[in-house]
C-alpha cells in the first residue's frame, strides 16, 4: 500500500466523519473480537464496559445495558464491543465476553455504587450501529446514581416523534463505569488533601500550558483569526502510581472566529471553531519542574455535538494498584473508548476502540 493510500484511509474518512473505514467496516461483524473469548478466561481478567441506564421518561420505566469495551488482562487490552451495521443478521446469535462476565461493579468518581447482574444478551442501538449488549434489573444499583440531572455531562435526551410508527419516543440516557472485577483500589482522586491555593497553583500551571499549546494550534489555513480566551472546562487531581505526588488534569476549550472566503466570491463570512484540549501533569509544586504527561487535541467546528475527549473515570483495570484513565471521544457523530497508563513518565495509551457512529 502507498504512503499516499494510507494516509487517504486515515485521514479522509476521520475529516468526513468516516469513522468506520478505519475501525469497522460497515456491515460487517467484527469476528475477530470473538475470537478471543475462548483463550481468555475470566479468572483475573477484567471486562472494562460501560452501564448505560436509559430511563424512558413517559413510562417512567428505567433500564440498564452492559457495552463492553476492552477486556483487559495480563496487562493487555483487547477489543470487546460486537457491533454491527447489518440488520439483517442477529448478533445475538454471537459468542460474547458477555456469556462469561456477568457481574459487574458500577463506579461513579471512583466510589462503587452497587453491581449489575446481566440476565441476558440483547441488541441495542448506538447511533447508526447495532450493539450487542446485556441487559438486567438496575435494582441492586444506587439510587443516587439513577439520577438524570440535565447539567452531568454524562447524561443525554432524546426527543422525537416517530411518524411511520406512530410513536413518541422520549428518552434520557446516562453513563457509568462498569467493570467485572472489584477493584482494590478505585478512588485515586486526591484533590480532597489539597488546599485551595494549592489547587490554584496547579490549575494555573495547567492553564499558561494550555494557552501555549492551544496558541500553537492552528486550523486557520492561513486564514484572519481571532482566538478567545481559553476555557478551563473541568479540573481533577489524582495520585496515578501512588508516590504521593499528584497527577493533574485540566480539560480546555478555546473558541477561534476567522473570516472564511469561498471560491468565486470575494465576500467573507466570520465561522467560529472550537479546539478542546485534554492535558495531564505532573505539576511543578511537586516534581521540581511542569511535566506533561498527556495531550489530546480536539478541533471541532461549531454545531457538532462532540467536545473532544471527556474522562469517564480513573481506576486500577488490570489489578497492578496503579490507575488507568478511561476516556470517551466524540465527533461528529462518532464515540470511541481510550484507555491510557502511566509509564516511562508519560501517559501511553493502551487500547482505543469500542466505538460506534454513523
Ligand atoms: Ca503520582
Ligand atoms: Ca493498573
Known amino acids: 500500500m502507498t504512503k499516499t493510500l494510507i494516509i487517504l484511509l486515515v485521514v479522509v474518512p476521520m475529516s468526513l466523519g468516516g469513522f468506520w473505514l478505519v475501525f469497522s467496516p460497515p456491515g460487517k461483524i467484527l469476528l475477530s473480537q470473538i475470537e478471543e473469548t475462548v483463550s481468555w478466561g475470566p479468572d483475573k481478567a477484567n471486562l472494562i464496559s460501560l452501564l448505560y441506564v436509559r430511563r424512558d421518561n413517559l413510562t417512567g420505566r ?64 448506538y447511533q447508526c450501529v447495532r450493539v450487542l449488549v446485556g441487559t438486567g434489573p438496575t435494582t441492586s444499583l444506587s439510587p443516587s446514581i439513577l439520577r438524570f440531572d440535565p447539567m452531568d455531562a454524562r447524561v443525554s435526551s432524546f426527543h422525537s416523534f416517530q411518524g411511520g410508527r406512530g410513536k413518541i419516543v422520549d428518552t434520557s440516557m446516562v453513563y457509568y463505569l462498569a467493570t467485572s472485577r472489584k477493584g482494590e483500589k478505585s478512588n485515586f482522586d486526591v484533590e480532597k488533601n489539597y488546599d485551595l491555593a494549592t489547587l490554584e497553583q496547579i490549575k494555573k500551571s495547567l492553564k499558561s500550558i494550555a494557552q501555549a499549546k492551544l496558541a500553537q494550534h492552528d486550523t486557520t489555513y492561513g486564514e484572519e483569526v481571532e482566538r478567545l480566551p481559553i476555557k478551563m472546562e473541568e479540573f481533577r487531581l489524582f495520585d496515578l502510581n501512588g508516590d504521593g505526588n499528584p497527577e493533574a488534569m485540566g480539560q480546555f476549550s478555546m473558541k477561534i472566529r476567522k473570516k472564511v472566503s469561498y471560491s468565486g466570491s470575494a465576500e467573507k463570512r466570520v465561522e467560529t471553531e472550537l479546539i478542546s484540549l485534554m492535558l495531564w501533569l505532573k505539576p511543578a509544586l511537586f516534581n521540581g519542574r511542569d511535566q506533561v504527561l498527556l495531550e489530546l487535541k480536539a478541533d471541532l467546528a461549531e454545531g457538532s455535538w462532540g467536545k473532544g475527549y471527556d474522562l469517564i473515570e480513573v481506576a486500577d483495570f488490570d489489578g497492578d494498584g496503579i490507575g488507568e484513565v478511561l476516556f470517551k471521544s466524540s465527533g461528529w457523530e462518532v464515540t470511541a473508548f481510550h484507555i491510557y497508563s502511566l509509564k516511562n513518565g508519560k501517559l501511553e495509551k493502551v487500547f482505543s476502540g469500542a466505538g460506534y457512529g454513523c
Not at 78 to 102: C, G, N, V
Request: a negative charge.
Open 62 to 125: 428505567i433500564h440498564g445495558e452492559v457495552y463492553p469495551i476492552a477486556l483487559a488482562k495480563n496487562g493487555e487490552y483487547r477489543e470487546a464491543s460486537i457491533t454491527t451495521f447489518d440488520d439483517k443478521h442477529p448478533l445475538i446469535t454471537q459468542s460474547t465476553r458477555l456469556d462469561k462476565f456477568k457481574q459487574f461493579h458500577i463506579y461513579d468518581h471512583g466510589m462503587e455504587k452497587g453491581t449489575f447482574n446481566v440476565t441476558e444478551k440483547s441488541e441495542s442501538d
